[in-house]
């Protein structure tokens, strides 16, 4: 199996099983954490002055998840 093969049935097991969803769900109500966002552009336009901002946005909620609080996702 090839690496291209063994990423997308990882990828398909991961949709199949919810894994994503399920790891929220398994964390305790008792300790939520809630980030607040903003737009993804205030200024209009994306350019590289967003890249640092876009970082933030994914690690700091990642972190907090990996030290064991429950962080909801919403689109």
Do not use: C
Request: glycine content about 6%; cysteine-free.
């Amino acid at each position: 199996m090839n690496q291209f093969e063994l990423t997308e049935d990882i990828l398909k097991y991961r949709k199949e099983t919810d894994a994503f969803q399920q790891s929220i769900q398994t964390r305790s109500e008792q300790m939520q954490w809630k980030f607040y966002d903003g737009p993804p552009f205030t200024s209009g336009d994306p350019h590289y002055g967003h890249l640092l901002q876009s970082t933030v946005k994914d690690m700091v909620p990642r972190r907090m998840t990996m030290r064991g609080y429950r962080v909801e996702r919403k689109r």
